[in-house]
């Protein structure tokens, strides 16, 4: 009698955990593909208005800026930042930034 009733409870629960096998749970992709098609505009498009309606939204963070040119090698630069440290100008004493 006890090996009948495990054997049919492991068959309906055999039965029970095959039922839904096929078919995808909630939130995973559709049984069917849909159809995707080619985008008509191009992808600097896209990039620019992301980000003018980034700026439009006050989101800034994401906009590249490119730093202006200079003329200056990067020897002189560093030579007028050390002139500048000895006369004075630099960060006030526990100032990190």
Known sequence: MKARQVLVSTA????????????????EFPVTQPDFTPSSVSRAVVQA???????DAGDASRVVVSAPASNLSREE????????????????????M
């Open 12 to 27: 309906l629960f055999a039965a029970a955990a095959t039922a839904f096998a096929g078919q995808p749970y909630a939130g």
């Open 77 to 96: 630069v560093r030579t007028a930042a050390r002139a500048a440290m000895r006369a004075g100008h630099g960060p006030a004493a526990g100032d990190l």
């Open 49 to 55: 208005e992301a980000k003018v309606s980034a700026i």
